[in-house]
């Protein structure tokens, strides 16, 4: 069972991205995945999340520059970042919870999680 985070990179303001999130060892369609940033000395943030239906959910913080879909053929969850900014750079993570694993929400138990990739967003 593993998530796979991938596609940050260095982007000057008002640049764009796609993480994508490859699921393997499980049926991905069943499964809500979220999306988390954290950077050094603060805590995880939730940022977004798409459920097993596709309903999606979105901090205030990136709500209308970032967008989730997810394609259950290719087993991958995609978070679209556009208008970027300084305050964006952070790693960001996907993640699923195998307990309560359909639907979104900030306080599930979110028990497994990838790597993580690094997005810098500078100039």
């Known amino acids: 069972v593993q998530l796979q985070a991938s596609g940050g990179g260095l982007v000057q303001p008002g640049g764009s991205l796609r993480l994508s999130c490859v699921a393997s060892?499980?049926?991905?369609?069943?499964?809500?995945i979220g999306w988390f940033r954290q950077v050094p000395g603060k805590e995880r943030e939730g940022i977004s999340c798409?459920?097993?239906?596709?309903?999606?959910d979105y901090a205030d913080s990136v709500k209308g520059r970032f967008t989730v879909s997810r394609d259950n053929a290719k087993k991958t969850v995609y978070l679209d970042l556009i208008n970027l900014k300084p305050e964006d750079t952070a790693v960001y993570y996907c993640?699923?919870?195998?307990?309560?694993?359909?639907?979104?929400?900030?306080?599930?138990?979110?028990?497994?999680w990838g790597q993580g990739t690094q997005v810098t967003v500078s100039s």
């Open positions: 993640a699923t919870d195998f307990y309560d694993y359909a639907n979104c929400g900030w306080d599930k138990r979110w028990d497994t």
């Open positions: 060892g499980f049926t991905l369609d069943y499964y809500a």
């Open positions: 798409i459920s097993d239906s596709g309903s999606t």
